[in-house]
């Protein structure tokens, strides 16, 4: 058990990423049961639905879970009622409201910041946020531009002792062993995780994910046209979505104007909340070319600390002498 595992109350270093509207009580219990970090989204749901949605958590696992806000945008209402249930924690991103970060920790609340570069790493660590998500642009969702294996490290550098949490690109414990390398203690998944048994999206789309190469899952130009729009500072570089492709995206990049706003939004918020949405805006990462299956949460999670205990051993068998012996020539001089 690390310091992540320590603060956060949970068995092992697997976090959960939130789907946002998308329902995942069941999901997020299971990977809760299974020792990891279980998430819960709040957007475009009412207060009564959230509140719905954490009886039925904590009917389901009495194990630690986290309740994601975000500033796109950030409903004051919801947030109150998150600080009322007390989860074991807060986890935000698109924003980082020192204000309400100092009101989570006076609700006892650990606050989980998701940063896409190291300005806004310094940021979150001056405004008190108690662990960091490094997501790389691989990440699927709302993600920056600095690619996971160049993010993780630079965050871990300036963190210090607040735990780093690596996300975007990992989808097996290959992932993990390499999230660990690079100073992270632990990290966040969600591709892998809509691709499972528990997850209440269209059949359609986790099949899409499973059959898709990390080429399929692009940023969208334009999406301010189609998203809700943004109520708090926006810190580092700007953040934008990666889906599957589909005709809106391509619409999107190719002639935005002829896409109404209005319209699309009130379509894209009723089909989400219906689970659906797969047909507009897939939030996929590129870690789909690494999912080959949908399987059960619990099974993913092991899958996940077995593969990276083996990948870690098989480094170090493979890795150390290379390394040793490129030691010694140096210090011969040759």
């Known amino acids: 058990m690390n310091a992540l595992c320590s603060l956060l109350g949970i068995d092992v270093p697997i976090v959960l990423a939130p789907f946002g509207p998308w329902e995942e ?12 970090l279980g998430s819960l989204g709040t957007a475009l749901r009412s207060t009564d639905e959230l509140r719905d949605q954490w009886r ?11 309740v994601n806000h975000t ?19 807060i986890s935000f991103h698109l ?9 989570a920790h006076d609700h006892g609340i650990v606050w989980i910041q998701a940063v896409g570069d190291v300005d806004a790493a310094e940021i979150a660590l001056e ?12 990440a699927g969702g709302n993600a920056g531009w600095v690619s996971t294996l160049v993010l993780v490290p630079a965050v871990v550098d300036l963190a210090g002792s607040t735990p780093v949490v690596a996300a975007g690109g990992i989808a097996d414990g290959r992932g993990l062993a390499a999230a660990l390398a690079l100073g992270a203690q632990g990290v966040s998944l969600g591709t892998r995780f809509l ?11 986790k099949e899409r994910i499973v059959g898709a190469h990390a080429r399929d899952a692009v940023k969208v130009a334009h999406a301010d046209r189609v998203l809700p729009p943004f109520n708090l500072p ?15 995206t391509d619409q999107l990049e190719q002639d935005p104007e002829s896409v109404d706003p209005r319209e699309l939004a009130a379509r894209v918020r009723s089909e989400v909340l219906a689970g659906k949405g797969h047909q507009l805006l897939p939030f996929t ?25 083996a990948a870690l051993h098989r480094a170090g068998r493979s890795a150390l002498p290379a390394v040793e012996e490129g030691e010694h020539r140096f210090l011969r001089g040759g």
């Not at 528990?198 to 789309?205: A, H, L, N, R, S």
């Open 56 to 66: 039925r958590m904590r009917e389901l696992t009495d194990r630690p879970f986290a």
């Open 285 to 309: 990462g590129q870690s789909a070319e690494l999912v080959h299956d949908v399987a059960p949460a619990a099974e993913l999670v092991s899958r996940l600390m077995t593969e990276c205990a």
């Open 195 to 205: 691709a499972s048994t528990e997850m209440t999206i269209d059949p359609e789309w």
């Open 234 to 248: 926006q810190v580092g570089a700007t953040f934008a979505p990666r889906v599957l492709r589909t005709p809106l």
């Open 95 to 103: 924003g980082i409201p020192a204000d309400l970060i100092a009101r």
């Open 25 to 36: 009580v069941e999901l997020a219990a299971a990977v809760s049961e299974a020792g990891g």
């Open 71 to 89: 500033g796109r945008p950030l409903v004051r209402e919801a947030f109150d009622a998150t600080l009322e249930a007390r989860p074991a924690a």
């Open 127 to 138: 405004a008190g946020a108690d662990v960091l998500i490094a997501q790389g642009t691989e």
